[in-house]
């Protein structure tokens, strides 16, 4: 709550009565979504009408209506929101996705109610209920209207695009394309499209700039490798960029689903994936989120790759399992952590050691002599000392 609602007297279904007692919306209207759709969507507080973090003056929200006055409708009537919607229907996934339905509709187009919409395009026919899935299918008119206007879907997907107002050289985004092609021959997308992309890559990797006739030479006849070793950084640099521009938007809309996203491909889905210390911001983004299982996956990921440092790695695999409330499996974590830490300077930083372990070592009901005795650090000549066998972990595993 901001500053000055501690001035507005509260009103029931999300609204305030302010100072001269006129309600105001505080968060989008969901009066129009079936009580047994809304298991679908979000608590209703969550789709408020600013895009960005708690306490700072974020982007406003543009509805699907305020959209219809914005924007360019295709030659059927239909605007980018529902041809989006007609892209998601072509993959058997809508209506009531087992996930629901991503914030994404409200706060990057504008849509509350995305059941509704999907039943103003059945009742058009764009689409019909498959009666074996349950699931929306394209009628020939719908694959028309898809298959004519496949910028949006490629446009939403692109990792390229760029928030709406951006000051950092031209908008790229679903709607500055939509414009643009207003003017030029719809047909020809893919070019007008690649055009305006190469444009905003230009900006943001500067090893897409041209090369100097040596190093064009180099390339060319790859002299000492130089070509493998250009198109390797290259394609990383792409990968930090698109990373960056993924945490500007994120610092602009706070849209945490769609950071994850590009975390996922950058880090995960790419091969080979970006190398770079923002990939434990993905493991924090899953605790945040709730994702533990996919935090862990990541982090045992990065330890088979040696993509992170590995007592980073065992401190928030320790974190995340005592969350979990996997104690044995948390305290194997923390002392495998602290011992790789060891490594490099051979001292076991018992103090602190003691301060992360202690609640996990009462969990186990260790005894405080149990817990002392893991910060001498065990003789390599052992095999497993009396009290490494309470947490089952082989020292050496660091």
Not at 30 to 37: A, F, G, N, V
């Amino acid at each position: 709550m901001g500053f000055f609602d501690l001035f507005k007297k509260a009103a029931p279904n999300g609204k305030y009565l302010d100072n001269k007692n006129t309600i105001t919306m505080q968060y989008a209207d969901s009066s129009t979504i079936p009580l047994d759709e809304k298991q679908y969507y979000k608590p209703d507080e969550y789709y408020t009408f600013t895009i960005g973090t708690s306490g700072t003056l974020g982007q406003r929200v543009i509805t699907f209506e305020q959209r219809k006055e914005l924007s360019i409708p295709s030659k059927r009537g239909l605007y980018v929101a529902e041809i989006l919607l007609l892209h998601y229907c072509s993959l058997g996934k809508y209506p009531n996705p087992k996930g629901g339905y991503p914030g994404l509709w409200w706060f990057e187009y504008g849509i509350r109610d995305v059941g509704g919409v999907l039943r103003t395009l059945e009742n058009r026919g764009f689409v019909y209920i498959n009666n074996t899935t349950g699931k929306y299918t394209l009628t020939e008119l719908g694959e028309l209207e898809l298959t004519e206007n496949e910028y949006i879907p490629y446009m939403h997907k692109s990792k390229y695009k760029t928030i709406e107002g951006d000051t950092f050289g031209s908008e790229f985004n679903v709607w500055s394309i939509n414009k643009l092609l207003d003017k030029e021959d719809k047909n020809n997308w893919r070019s007008i499209v690649e055009q305006e992309e190469n444009k905003r890559i230009s900006l943001l990797t500067p090893q897409d700039k041209p090369m100097s006739d040596v190093e064009a030479e180099m390339y060319k006849n790859n002299t000492l490798g130089y070509r493998e070793k250009k198109d390797r950084i290259d394609y990383q640099n792409r990968l930090i960029s698109m990373a960056n521009s993924a945490v500007a938007e994120y610092n602009q809309d706070g849209n945490t689903e769609k950071l994850i996203s590009v975390y996922e491909h950058v880090f995960i889905e790419c091969n080979p994936p970006l190398a770079s210390s923002q990939n434990m911001k993905l493991v924090k983004l899953y605790v945040q989120t709730g994702q533990n299982d996919k935090a862990l996956s990541f982090l045992n990921r990065l330890e088979n790759t040696h993509q992170a440092p590995l007592e980073k790695i065992r401190l928030e695999q320790a974190r995340i399992l005592k969350k979990e409330n996997k104690y044995s499996e948390a305290m194997e974590k923390y002392a495998l952590g602290y011992l790789a830490k060891s490594k490099w300077n051979c001292t076991f930083q018992s103090d602190v050691f003691i301060k992360d372990a202690k609640t996990t070592a009462k969990k186990l009901c260790w005894s405080e002599e149990d817990l002392k005795a893991v910060n001498e650090r065990p003789s390599r000549k052992l095999c497993k000392p009396p009290i490494w066998c309470k947490i089952e972990a082989p020292y050496w595993r660091f």
